[in-house]
């Protein structure tokens, strides 16, 4: 069975980078342009991923890890933060919403890929 994987990014060209990037390694890709949007995904269904932008409309990353999270059927699945935040303090609120990894945008694909085959193996 494939491995599932949420990509939730309000700006359309990155996310359409990551879904093809992620679909060519064989995963099967849901994306959400907002955190808001991404809540649907979280109904009891198998998800593997998410990897979130920090800096979106209607909910942030931040406040989606900790909504993931305070769910029992995937507090402990991995969350990668993709973003170009620098501000030290959403990144401590990232952090103690116990994300998995903190990547900055923009990032080497190759480098991508190689955490993501880490993070699924």
Same mark, same amino acid.
């Given at each position: 069975?494939?491995?599932?994987?949420?990509? @939730?990014?309000? =700006?359309? *060209? $990155?996310?359409? +980078?990551?879904?093809? *990037?992620?679909? /060519?390694? /064989?995963?099967?890709?849901?994306?959400?342009?907002?955190?808001?949007?991404?809540?649907? =995904? =979280?109904?009891? $269904? &198998?998800?593997?991923?998410?990897?979130?932008?920090?800096?979106?409309?209607?909910?942030? /990353?931040?406040?989606? @890890?900790?909504?993931?999270? $305070?769910?029992?059927?995937? &507090?402990?699945?991995?969350?990668? @933060?993709? $973003?170009?935040?620098?501000?030290?303090?959403?990144?401590?609120?990232?952090?103690?919403?116990?994300?998995? /990894?903190?990547?900055?945008?923009?990032?080497?694909? *190759?480098? =991508?890929?190689?955490? +993501?085959?880490?993070?699924?193996?």
């Amino acid at each position: 069975m494939k491995k599932r994987i949420i990509v @939730v990014e309000d =700006f359309n *060209t $990155s996310r359409q +980078i990551i879904k093809k *990037t992620l679909e /060519g390694m /064989g995963y099967l890709v849901d994306e959400a342009a907002d955190g808001r949007e991404a809540l649907r =995904f =979280f109904n009891g $269904s &198998r998800i593997d991923l998410v990897i979130t932008d920090y800096n979106m409309p209607f909910m942030d /990353g931040a406040s989606l @890890v900790e909504f993931i999270r $305070s769910k029992d059927e995937y &507090r402990y699945i991995p969350i990668l @933060v993709l $973003s170009t935040e620098t501000n030290t303090e959403k990144q401590k609120r990232a952090k103690e919403a116990k994300i998995t /990894g903190w990547v900055k945008k923009p990032f080497e694909i *190759t480098e =991508f890929k190689s955490q +993501i085959q880490r993070i699924l193996s």
